[in-house]
Each structure stands twice: as C-alpha cells, then as structure tokens.
C-alpha cells in the first residue's frame, strides 16, 4: 500500500513571496490534516477535511493560508504572502475515518525556508 | 485544554541499554495517549497508543509504555536499544470531548552510541 505523498519535499522562498505544497492521502483514506511543525517543536494541527468538506481549520492563520481538497482526494496548502514564522515542516496525514481515534498515517513533509 | 509536556529535549544512550522517555499530559478527563517516532527525513509513525484497559501498553519495535493517572503521565520504555531508534519522538494526548485532536509535545531527541 503506497503511503501519504507530499510535494515538494524542500522549499526555499523569499519573505512575501507565495508558495503551495501538494498531498496525495492513501488511497480511500476519507480525512485528510495538515499540520505544521516548527523546529523544536511537535507537530500543530492548521487544518483537517473529511472528504472534501473542512471539519476544522481554527488554527489556520486564514489571512495569509489557505487549503482545498477538491474531489475529496488530493489537496493543497497556500501560503500568500509568507513571512519568516512561516519557515517549518509542513506534514500531510491521513485516516481512514474521522470522529474516532482511527491511526493518522503521515507523510515525510515539506521543509519550507523563507528567506 | 489539553497539553503534553517532555521534560527531556535530547537523550544520548547507548546501544544495548535501556530507554526512558518521559511524557506528562494535562488534562481534566481520561485522554486518549499516543507516541509517535520520525526518523530524519520521515513522516511520524505510530509506535502504540492507550486508549482504556490494561495501563501497560505494547507496540512496534520491542517498545512499551505505562499509563500512570495518579502522575499523568505516560513513559515510553525499550529495554535495549539499537542504533536504528536514533530518532525524535513525540508523546500526543488527544480526548473525544475535543474533536478527536491530538496535542504533541515538542519531542526528544534520542542519539545512540556504539
């Protein structure tokens, strides 16, 4: 079974410029979250859809991020304009079902720099 | 709300001795208590979860853990270590009366020698 796929896997870009980053959840996998891991720190839920429906996004800076998961499949995540806070791992997860405590299974994330 | 704290940011161990590693949770009601691996360059993986029941927990890769209420916490154990388990691990604590999220700690380093 192929696992959570993410592109790409290193970004560099400078202060105000915009970036987009790409998941492909395992494949059936209803729920799909990005979070966002700061160096130093554990991974923060920004936002989690269940199909292509958003089931939660208040951790997501809404101002300057951005996320859609057209068809209930793949997705992206925005980020227009970015600041230097902005420079973390982005990671991908997937589950099978939501509203349970069904096993999130991750992807290996973008590195993101802003310069 | 709920919250994780790991005490230890970097541990350095060497190979063929035990592990530790601490996690402490806040939370008012029984959480849900999980700790994930990630090697450098990889997504997080699930080495075993507690849920109810038995309060020693068994997962992948020879480790365990105990859930202890009266300390809230949830240490992670192996009882000899390879230097494949040089990674960072991260300690989660998610409840169903917050939708099912998971809190994770900021994770410790662990670094084995030979």
């Known amino acids: 079974e192929a696992g959570v796929a993410q592109s790409p896997r290193y970004k560099i870009i400078e202060k105000r410029q915009s970036v987009a980053f790409w998941c492909n959840p395992i494949?059936?996998?209803?729920?799909l979250y990005w979070y966002q891991q700061i160096l130093g720190q554990g991974p923060k839920l920004l936002i989690q859809?269940?199909?292509?429906?958003?089931?939660?996004d208040s951790q997501l800076p809404k101002d300057r991020f951005s996320a859609e998961r057209l068809k209930g499949v793949d997705s992206t995540l925005k980020i227009q304009p970015a600041k230097l806070e902005d420079s973390a791992v982005y990671l991908c997860a997937s589950s099978s079902l939501a509203g349970s405590y069904n096993e999130q299974f991750f992807g290996p994330g973008t590195r993101l720099t802003v310069l | 709300a709920q919250s994780v704290t790991q005490p230890d940011i970097h541990i350095t161990v060497s190979e063929g001795a035990s592990l530790e590693l601490r996690c402490n949770y806040s939370y008012g009601a029984t959480p849900y208590l999980f700790w994930y691996v990630q090697s450098p360059g990889q997504g997080l993986q699930l080495l075993l979860k507690y849920f109810s029941g038995d309060t020693l927990v068994q997962g992948i890769k020879g480790f365990e853990a105990e859930f202890k209420r009266s300390q809230s916490s949830f240490n992670l154990r192996k009882p000899s270590v390879h230097w494949s388990d040089a990674a960072e691990y991260f300690c989660a604590v998610g409840a169903v009366s917050n939708d099912y999220k998971l809190s994770f700690g900021a994770g410790t380093t662990v670094t084995v020698r030979a």
């Open positions: 494949s059936g996998h209803a729920t």
């Open positions: 859809f269940q199909n292509n429906g958003v089931v939660d």
